[in-house]
């Protein structure tokens, strides 16, 4: 079973930069996922425990970016350009395969705030 913990969360000005950190253990496919106030929990980004070609949400393309390093049994999600529109508490998950469907997601990380101003 994966255990996942999330951080690096924070308060940007829109234009910023923040990189999010998730430990977990195992070769997983895993995945960044947020959820805004009274929205669903969206699909952002996903890679294969071994890296491979990365997955983004149509809304990241360009600005962010996965990444891995097994020796930290880390995922990356560098958030480049941020926009108010990213404020969201942002989660990371691991999957059996590749996804960008929720339910296809077994574990979860607790959530991290992330929060653009305008």
């Known amino acids: 079973q994966a255990q996942l913990v999330a951080s690096g969360g924070g308060l940007v000005q829109a234009g910023g930069s923040l990189r999010l950190s998730c430990v977990a253990s195992g070769r997983y496919y895993m995945g960044w996922f947020r959820q805004a106030p009274g929205k669903e929990r969206e699909f952002v980004a996903g890679i294969w425990w071994n890296g491979g070609i990365p997955a983004y949400a149509d809304s990241v393309k360009g600005r962010f970016t996965i990444s891995r390093d097994n020796a930290k049994d880390t995922v990356y999600l560098q958030m480049n350009s941020l926009k108010p529109e990213d404020t969201a508490v942002y989660y990371c998950?691991?999957?059996?395969?590749?996804?960008?469907?929720?339910?296809?997601?077994?574990?979860w990380g607790q959530g991290t705030q992330v929060t653009v101003s305008s």
């Open positions: 998950a691991a999957g059996q395969y590749r996804s960008s469907r929720r339910d296809d997601y077994a574990y």
